[in-house]
């Protein structure tokens, strides 16, 4: 009975800096936010400032999304609206991209000029900035890495940063971009061949699964302790697409890319008859949004760890997400065709995302001791800690981001000088 008592204090103790988050975000919206009058439409609502700002807001959600994950955020419900919904922030992101690169080509002459220079060329100094950081880390933290291990996370053959795929997958779809776009017959079937590239990618993850399968030991997780004494490149994860997230959004790059390829077709649809076209996106999202969680929860991408080495529940799930995130992403510019955010703040936020998201994970290690001991989550000072937690993380990851920017703009106008 007192632990029942005990534990509905903690949950409710939480529940209030759950709200006070919530609150703060509703706030920061209603700053500067756009609303179309009675009859009206937001023309500039896919302009660079607003997608600029849409992008700042995702990244709060995402970095968010990531602190609710923690075992001491997972066991007292806090924040935890935030926790299942990752891959429809990162979707946005996918769909930004596209859209953008579209816009650009078809609006700025000579845009693939020098494209390796001024696109490719700033992310991958960035992403070894990064290394260059996370390595500084576990060297004062001494994890215990092999030496085959570091060489590989120092050169970019595995990941240094488990959240840093999305700068490998993004460069795939550049990459791609370019060769495509340069040449006019293929430029014709773009999405077609976009959306053959996103579903390769998808077939890569499945066959692959989440760990070397075809190494043999399959069965290794199931013994008590032998996680040390496998080798760090057959565990679940440590080599390149083993993981659902590396494929489960990036279908939206190709969504943005068709929305900005038939952008006036597709706006004039939307905005005759529109709040049957509004109602009609809420009923399609949340169906669809019901058939992922269904799937995430029921039938699993991790099906391998119960025995199933099939692909079909993979299959299943990356089938559900897709149309999740799709169906997502459409509610959300359909909105905002009404109703979007442009304010200071999320636009800055929306300049330095990708620094904001390549910064989180060393953080939410770096405080981890005000919540975590020995892999048990820590209750203290009336629960403050959960909330100095989540506000350290936020601070901190904003002047890392802002130091990390400033040293990749540096960088990077030394070595094209070069």
Known sequence: MCYNIGKIRLESSMNYISIFVYAVLFISFLIGIQVAPCGEFKKNSLSLDAMTSLKGVMAIFVLLHHISQKQAFLQTNTISFFREIGILFVGVFFFTSGYGLHR??????????????????????????????????????????????????????????????????????????????????????????????????????????????????????????????????????????????????????????????????????????????????????SGFTAAGFYCIWNISYWTEFAGDFGISAKLICYIAQSFQVISTVLFIIIFMRKIYVKNRFYNFFGKISLEVYLMQEIVLFCWGELIESENEPVFSFGNLNIALYALLVVLTVLCSAIIYRAINVKLAEKLKNC
């Open 104 to 285: 650009s080509f078809s609006t700025k002459p000579d845009y693939l000029k020098g494209f390796f220079k001024r696109r490719i060329f700033p992310i991958v100094c960035s992403y070894y900035v990064m290394v260059a950081v996370y390595a500084v880390y576990y060297v004062i933290t001494k994890p215990g890495f092999a030496l085959s291990e570091w060489i590989c996370k120092l050169t970019g053959l595995t990941l240094i940063n488990s959240q840093s795929w999305y700068v490998y997958v993004i460069l795939i779809m550049y990459v791609s971009f370019y060769f495509i776009y340069k040449n006019e017959k293929l430029r014709c079937h773009s999405i077609l061949i976009f959306t053959l590239i996103t579903l390769l990618q998808a077939l890569l993850f499945i066959v692959l699964k989440h760990f070397p399968w075809y190494a043999g030991e399959f069965g290794w997780w199931q013994i008590p302790d032998a996680f040390a004494s496998v080798s760090w490149w057959k565990r679940p994860c440590a080599l390149l697409f083993e993981g659902e997230w590396w494929i489960n959004s990036t279908i939206c790059f190709v969504l943005g890319l068709a929305v900005a390829k038939y952008e006036k077709q597709f706006f004039q649809w939307v905005e005759k008859k529109y709040p049957l076209k509004f109602l009609t996106a809420v009923l399609v999202c």
